[in-house]
């Protein structure tokens, strides 16, 4: 126990008393930035930009995103050059992602879900060693079913499902097969 003899010990026992809160706080921050810095996840993508259209598949109007023209032609419903075989009362995506839009116009991902055949394509256009992952999930008597589809570098993987036409479809990416770095997700799309 410290003696508070004069005004010289108290000021010594308050300036010591500072230093002690002052490395306690210090600590403390520190270890919430850590903590902070580890649980957040890498997103390599983080500064692109998504462009997308959702469209009714049977007359190639879009609903949804109108960053690109859908034209119908015979058969099929086309954007920027991808034919989706037309599928009345289904709803297509079509989406690509390009990291740095200021200053890149390559498209790194190519997201396609063609509803008749009932296909989730995504693509790695970049082919830059990184992969996408895309949760695909559906609703069936109140429960969701989900399955996950990931690319390999430079290719495309075409994930073909049987689903009942009009079934409610959610896609969502992620940068990482754990699916903790989230990158965009699709709604209200349909078999």
């Avoid at 008393?17 to 270890?31: E, G, K, N, Y």
């Avoid at 989706?84 to 116009?105: H, I, R, S, W």
């Avoid at 991902?109 to 063609?114: D, L, Y």
């Avoid at 009942?164 to 699916?179: A, K, P, R």
């Amino acid at each position: 126990m410290l003696a508070l003899t004069g005004p010289q010990n108290r000021r010594e026992v308050m300036h010591k008393t500072r230093r002690i809160l002052l490395m306690a706080l210090l600590t403390l921050v520190s270890a919430i930035a850590t903590t902070l810095t580890a649980a957040a996840p890498a997103n390599a993508y983080s500064d692109g930009a998504w462009r997308w259209v959702s469209f009714n598949s049977g007359t190639c109007s879009s609903l949804y995103g109108f960053d690109y023209t859908v034209r119908s032609s015979g058969n099929y419903c086309i954007v920027d050059g991808v034919s989706y075989e037309k599928d009345p009362g289904g709803v297509a995506l079509y989406a690509t992602f390009t990291p740095n839009p200021c200053c890149n116009t390559s498209k790194a991902f190519r997201v396609e879900w063609h509803p008749n055949g009932e296909h989730l394509k995504i693509c790695d256009t970049a082919g830059d060693g990184d992969t996408i992952y895309a949760k695909l999930a559906y609703k069936s008597y109140n429960w969701y079913y989900e399955s996950l589809l990931g690319t390999s570098s430079g290719n495309c993987k075409d994930g073909n499902y049987s689903y009942i036409d009009g079934t409610e479809i959610y896609v969502n990416l992620y940068d990482n097969s754990s699916q903790s770095d989230f990158m965009a997700g699709f709604y209200n799309l349909r078999a």
